[in-house]
């Protein structure tokens, strides 16, 4: 299989599309949630309330919901990887923009909340790794087509 082309986001452009890329996020973690506590209810229903004809209808409605939500996500995570993304973190809305940072493999890091992508990480390194994206590259040169 052979290896997919990335897109590499400036500073300046993962900005330009993080009114749609918040809006997705904000979903996802909405809905990550939901699809959480669905799953603690439904387990919860199967442990304590085994054989009990209610209890079994509202764990087979459950389970609706989490199937539901997990399209719903499955969805959304699919939306975010067509603009080049990645997902880091579905219950804190964490997102990577593959990037260079002074010529190196990167990723801008962004989580729901923050005003602008304004962090980055080495691509070997993760969200505790994150610093301010440096001064230079805020200002990198366009991308070649």
Same mark, same amino acid.
């Given at each position: 299989m052979g290896s997919a082309i990335r897109t590499l986001f400036t500073v300046e452009e993962a900005n330009q599309v993080?009114?749609?890329v918040r809006s997705i996020v904000r979903d996802v973690v909405d809905d990550f949630r939901h699809l959480r506590n669905?799953?603690?209810?439904?387990?919860?229903l199967e442990v304590e309330t085994a054989g009990s004809r209610r209890a079994e209808q509202h764990i087979?409605?459950?389970?609706?919901?989490?199937?539901?939500f997990s399209a719903r996500i499955e969805g959304y995570l699919r939306e975010l990887s067509d603009l080049?993304?990645? &997902?880091?973190?579905?219950? !804190?809305? @964490?997102?990577?923009?593959? +990037?260079?940072?002074?010529?190196?493999p990167a990723y801008l890091s962004w989580r729901l909340g923050e005003e602008r992508v304004s962090w980055w990480h080495p691509a070997d390194k993760?969200?505790?790794?994150?610093?301010? &994206?440096?001064?230079?590259? !805020?200002? @990198?040169?366009?991308?070649? +087509?």
């Open positions: 993080l009114p749609l669905a799953g603690r209810e439904r387990r919860a087979e409605t459950l389970k609706d919901k989490v199937s539901e080049g993304l990645e &997902v880091r973190d579905l219950e !804190l809305g @964490l997102v990577d923009f593959p +990037s260079l940072i002074d010529g190196e993760g969200f505790s790794d994150r610093a301010p &994206v440096p001064e230079p590259s !805020l200002h @990198l040169p366009p991308k070649l +087509s």
